[in-house]
């Protein structure tokens, strides 16, 4: 079982809308959680990073992690054109390697 | 704001040859990372470095690699013998800064990544 899983998409929105996207892992022992925003050919970029379970929120930018389900999400309001990457989702113990899904592909349609 | 800086930003090698890729992490920083993405893949954890020394690496990690801390500024990653499979996007990163950006080990700022291509 992967460690941390992320359906690749892509997906497909209209400007505006709210965007979903999730993440589940299966190691018990992540307690911290990040987002990542990765555009085509670069590094990825540090967009949220939280501490257990709890809701966190930076601008248009809301990350939600529920450790009981195993469950992390990114919510993206007022989603626009510039938004359209590929969003990582990343674990870790609390030690120095950090394990990442593969990524969803958004793309915002103007 | 300061950045994670990497060149090259693209190396171009032929099988059996030893690279050495350099980053500059952010100044304060006091972990440093390397990472690779194969293309098409996910981004894959090889090995992280504190206080002058290997703190975590993994199992793609092996004899062929290694990492340095040359100076106070540069961090470095030297392939010693290439191989084709070698051929990915590597990414430095470093967090763990005393103010600012990346406080806590596990805010993370990576760096653009270099192209490696190994013919």
């Known amino acids: 079982q992967k460690e941390v899983e992320q359906d690749p998409g892509p997906l497909s929105v209209p400007e505006g809308a709210i965007v979903s996207l999730n993440c589940t892992y299966s190691?018990?022992?992540?307690?911290?959680f990040m987002w990542y925003r990765q555009y085509s050919r670069k590094g990825p970029e540090l967009l949220m990073y939280t501490y257990s379970s709890g809701n966190k929120e930076d601008g248009r930018f809301t990350a939600q992690v529920d450790k009981s389900s195993k469950y992390i999400s990114l919510f993206i309001r007022d989603s626009q054109p510039s938004d359209s990457a590929t969003y990582l989702c990343a674990s870790n113990t609390g030690g120095f390697k950090t394990i990442f899904g593969a990524g969803t592909r958004l793309f915002v349609k103007a | 704001e300061p950045e994670v800086t990497q060149t090259p930003s693209h190396q171009v090698t032929q099988m059996g040859q030893e690279v050495i890729l350099r980053c500059v992490p952010i100044?304060?920083?006091?972990?440093f990372y390397w990472y690779r993405q194969i293309l098409g893949q996910k981004v894959e954890f090889l090995v992280s470095?504190?206080?002058?020394?290997?703190?975590?690496k993994s199992e793609i990690f092996d004899d062929q690699f290694s990492v340095e801390r040359p100076d106070g500024s540069n961090f470095t990653l030297k392939i010693r013998s290439t191989k084709l499979e070698d051929s990915a996007m590597y990414f430095c990163a470093s967090s763990g800064g005393t103010s600012g950006r990346g406080r806590t080990v596990n805010e993370q700022f990576f760096g653009p990544g270099t192209r490696l291509t190994v013919l």
């Open positions: 100044s304060n920083h006091l972990y």
């Open positions: 470095f504190y206080n002058n020394e290997i703190s975590e």
């Open positions: 190691n018990s022992a992540f307690q911290y």
